[in-house]
């Protein structure tokens, strides 16, 4: 089939989405009225745009109530563990076909990553390979009865005026669909609301260290009396250019951050129960790891941040991952964006590079490009990538991931508290004993006034058995109790709000996006080489880069890497 009719077919099935809104023959049947042409393609094309977010956009406009009897998000048991776990038997039944098309570039990955990276790049019409059935990655949201909420990554941080990554938040239109958090989010304790944590609130006769602590978050995130704040990724990103950062790097890496705050920062004196619990709890939610596991250079470019200005957008960061794909349309085709793609292999040679992926019918196709661009995690990597080398199978080796889960309570009661996210600081330090540790007022960011609430619930699993446990075919069930009994017992009385009121518990589940900052992997040079690109013709841009959860850790990749990938294809 040309490419003209692949296109045609295309456009012919978008159109179809839209419920023909507008007729063909309207538009070009009888002679003498085609003076409005070129008005009635514009309007087409902003129809055909608006089909293609809703059915593979990161935000689902049209959930089911029906929805919520079984995990949403991540169902890699139905495809991807199948194939890509056993990928030697698979191929042996399945022949990697001849390359069907040529591009200069293939996207594997349509998360923030892929799509901060098709955005750089999208001069050059990149292919994106996606094997979820819509974009967005853990960035996804949904919408009931015109409510946005999130059912992953909530909020990005307050970035400096003038740098390449605000600049680009700017200009894609994120900061304008935000609204911006200044104060400090609630705590609940004893069920008490306390909203000045770190001035000692929920422990008067010990606020010292509360005191101490806080001026030293906000210290590190102003730069000032002399503390640097740990960039991550290192703002001139290659590792022999700021050796200044680099050294510091290296040195808080050495510690985990529990141990660095009462060593480094305490004098050796412990840290207060509630302030550990409250530290606890926030990297559980944000990691899924507890403060043992948390590398002092990480943890503190995350918690240092949180003393800074909170980016909020109605649906989380799925509406900036939207913001990101709309401005990707205007220039990549649509057919370009393949969801439920899977890919399975990917060979370099030395003037291209040929990408296997497996369709929605299970249908194997190749791609020929000149630079493949790989924006997912290191431990799919090493089962797709062929002749990776030695030592970076290694490094691979050494990283560890782990799963959370988000539920959405959809209630029909307005909210009665004005708060974004409320921690929960009763619940305990053991990590395998974890529950809902936060919960996100999905009403907070719209400017629009609802009748209706909705909130987001935060559980991590900050233990290594926590992936597989969530694989489990009798775990929903299980999980889905124990946030309905603390949901009943604890989140919804605070909050004033009525069991009856509550229509549904949508819980979605993340089980691999989570990669754990461990500490010694900036200092033993890991990252340095996870992040090295393949024979010149593989290029990696992920959150894993640098083992730190967060949309920056994405964008700002995306941005490093994107400026050599433009020298490779001219």
């Known amino acids: 089939m040309s490419e003209n009719k692949n296109s045609r077919r295309v456009f012919l099935k978008w159109l179809g989405a839209t419920g023909g809104l507008i007729s063909v023959h309207s538009t070009f049947g009888a002679a003498?009225?085609?003076?409005?042409?070129?008005?009635?393609?514009?309007?087409?094309?902003?129809?055909?745009?608006?089909?293609?977010?809703?059915?593979?956009?990161?935000?689902?406009?049209?959930i089911t109530m029906s929805d919520d009897s079984n995990y949403l998000g991540d169902q890699p048991q139905l495809k991807a563990h199948p194939i890509l776990w056993d990928k030697e038997n698979f191929l042996?039944?399945?022949?990697?076909?001849?390359?069907e098309m040529t591009t200069p570039l293939v996207i594997i990955g349509g998360g923030m990553s892929g799509l901060a990276s098709a955005y750089l790049l999208r001069k050059y019409k990149p292919i994106i390979l996606e094997q979820a059935n819509r974009l967005g990655g853990n960035a996804k949201g949904e919408v009931w009865n015109g409510l946005p909420y999130s059912v992953g990554a909530a909020y990005y941080m307050e970035q400096t005026p003038g740098t390449e990554l605000y600049k680009l938040f700017e200009e894609v239109g994120a900061h304008a669909v935000c609204r911006i958090k200044n104060e400090e989010d609630p705590t609940?304790?004893?069920?008490?609301?306390?909203?000045?944590?770190?001035?000692?609130?929920t422990n008067p006769e010990k606020k010292a260290q509360f005191l101490k602590l806080a001026g030293y978050f906000r210290d590190v995130f102003n730069e000032t009396n002399n503390r640097i704040f740990p960039e991550i990724p290192l703002a001139i990103s290659k590792f022999s250019e700021d050796l200044k950062m680099t050294g510091h790097l290296a040195d808080l890496d050495k510690y985990n951050f529990k141990d660095f705050l009462e060593k480094k920062i305490l004098d050796n004196e412990a840290l207060h129960p509630q302030i550990e619990t409250m530290l606890e709890h926030y990297f559980w939610s944000t990691f899924a790891s507890p403060l043992k596991d948390v590398s002092a250079a990480q943890g503190l470019n995350a918690y240092a941040s949180e003393f800074g200005k909170v980016y909020t957008a109605p649906g989380g960061n799925s509406a900036v991952a939207e913001c990101f794909l709309k401005k990707i349309l205007q220039t990549v085709p649509a057919q370009n964006m393949k969801t439920d793609s899977l890919v399975v292999d990917v060979l370099v040679k030395p003037d291209h590079t040929l990408v296997t992926y497996s369709d929605s019918a299970g249908?194997?196709?190749?791609?020929?490009?000149?630079?493949?661009?790989?924006?997912c995690p290191k431990f799919i990597v090493k089962h797709i990538l062929r002749d990776i080398e030695p030592e970076r199978l290694s490094a691979i080796a050494k990283l560890k991931y782990r799963a959370y889960i988000v539920g959405n309570v959809l209630i029909d009661q307005k909210n009665p508290q004005s708060f974004y996210d409320l921690f929960?600081?009763?619940?305990?330090?053991?990590?395998?004993k974890s529950q809902v540790t936060d919960v996100i007022s999905s009403n907070y960011a719209p400017k629009k006034h609802f009748n209706q609430s909705v909130l987001t619930l935060y559980r991590g699993y900050p233990y290594d058995a926590g992936r597989s446990n969530l694989y489990d075919p009798e775990s929903f069930k299980s999980y889905k109790d124990e946030m309905e009994k603390q949901l009943s017992e604890q989140i919804l009385p605070s909050l004033k709000f009525k069991k009856e009121n509550v229509k549904s518990i949508r819980i979605t589940r993340w089980g691999h996006p989570m990669p754990v900052p461990t500490p010694g992997l900036i200092a033993d040079g890991t990252?340095?080489?996870?992040?090295?690109?393949?024979?010149?013709?593989?290029?990696f841009i992920e959150q894993d880069n640098w083992m730190l959860a967060a949309i920056e850790t994405s964008v700002e990749e995306a941005l490093y890497w994107s400026k050599e990938i433009k020298q490779m294809l001219g």
């Open 92 to 99: 042996k039944t399945n022949k990697i076909p001849e390359p």
């Open 363 to 375: 249908v194997l196709h190749t791609i020929k490009a000149k630079v493949a661009v790989m924006a």
């Open 527 to 539: 990252v340095e080489l996870i992040r090295r690109p393949f024979k010149e013709r593989v290029f």
């Open 424 to 432: 929960l600081l009763d619940g305990g330090k053991d990590p395998e």
């Open 188 to 201: 609940l304790f004893d069920n008490q609301f306390f909203n000045n944590f770190w001035k000692g609130e």
């Open 32 to 62: 003498g009225q085609i003076k409005n042409t070129a008005k009635t393609l514009s309007k087409l094309s902003s129809i055909n745009k608006s089909a293609i977010l809703k059915k593979i956009g990161p935000i689902d406009y049209n």
